[in-house]
């Protein structure tokens, strides 16, 4: 039975390990303090959880290695001597190229998940593109397969595009994910429940998957109404939001022009 490590039991580490276990893959978790994180319990029963990777056994014959991007090469040089000869090293971060690792290990690669996990909430792996590089065929079709398996997108690695996609995420994703945690704590502090705004954030989801973002744009700022633009700013008593509500409304702005340029 193939058998693999995991380096870091946080966001993609967990979801990941829990999928490679439901492949029946003999899964290693290497976990620092886990029995203050969680007990082992459902799914993760069938993980085998170890404090340290002194604990992996010699034969693992890939290692994913989900720690913070700058932990990744320290990380690698922990493993041991055995182990990296026999086993692909592969790191999971949007970033760094796929051999950010030459040098330090002999077999190295990528296996990069382009989503948002976090390891509260469950994780849907369907059609999302996961980019794979790995210097040793074998070990390439293995995780083509893992992905396939896990019903994802398996993409051969492109460090150019793989690099500009995860600056588009952290646009399309961790900017507007902040956008919500900063409304849903204005909404709070006037004791207005959030949930109000759910349906708004559902269609707006759906129209950006469905037609062009720039033409599913409403609001005062691409309309120009002015006097609402001033009434919302006057609305907000924090500085930073009032510098932020100005950049967007003017980007919002800007873009319009810009688009209705390029008809012309
Ligand atoms: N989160 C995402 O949505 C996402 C998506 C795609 C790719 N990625 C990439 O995936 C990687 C991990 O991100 P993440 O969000 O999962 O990070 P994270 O939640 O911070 O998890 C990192 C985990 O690694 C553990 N760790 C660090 N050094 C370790 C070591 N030497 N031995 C064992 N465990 C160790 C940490 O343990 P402690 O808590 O004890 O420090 C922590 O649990 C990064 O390269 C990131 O760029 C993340």
């Not at 794979?132 to 083509?144: A, D, K």
């Not at 460090?159 to 588009?168: G, K, S, T, V, Y």
């Not at 500085?239 to 409304?249: A, C």
Request: glycine content about 6%.
């Amino acid at each position: 039975m193939y058998k693999v490590a995991v380096i870091g039991w946080g966001n993609v580490g967990y979801h990941l390990s829990l999928e490679l276990s439901r492949q029946g893959i003999q899964t290693f978790v290497v976990c620092r303090n886990y029995h203050r994180k969680t007990n082992a319990s459902g799914a993760e029963k069938n993980l085998h959880l170890v404090n340290s990777i002194a604990e992996l056994p010699n034969d693992i014959e890939t290692v994913f290695l989900t720690v913070k991007d700058d932990q990744i090469a320290a990380a690698a040089t922990k493993l041991p001597e055995k182990m990296v000869q026999n086993a692909c090293v592969s790191h999971s971060s949007g970033v760094l190229p796929a051999n950010h690792l030459k040098g330090v290990v002999p077999n190295y690669g990528i296996f990069y998940p382009l989503n948002s996990f976090s390891r509260d909430q469950d994780f849907n792996w369907a059609g999302v593109p996961v980019f794979i590089e790995s210097g040793q065929e074998r070990v390439s079709r293995f995780l083509h397969k893992v992905a396939e398996e896990a019903g994802a997108r398996p993409v051969k690695n492109d460090d150019l595009i793989r690099e500009h996609l995860h600056l588009a995420a952290v646009f399309a994703n961790n900017f507007t994910n902040h956008l919500m945690a900063l409304v849903s704590d204005m909404l709070k502090k006037r004791g207005i429940p959030f949930d109000y705004l759910h349906p708004l954030i559902q269609t707006t989801v759906e129209k950006v998957l469905r037609m062009d973002p720039a033409k599913a744009q409403t609001g005062p700022a691409i309309r120009g109404d002015k006097a609402t633009l001033q009434k919302h700013l006057s609305n907000l008593e924090d500085e930073d939001l009032k510098t932020l509500y100005r950049q967007l409304s003017r980007s919002i702005q800007k873009l319009s022009t810009d688009e209705s340029d390029k008809e012309l």
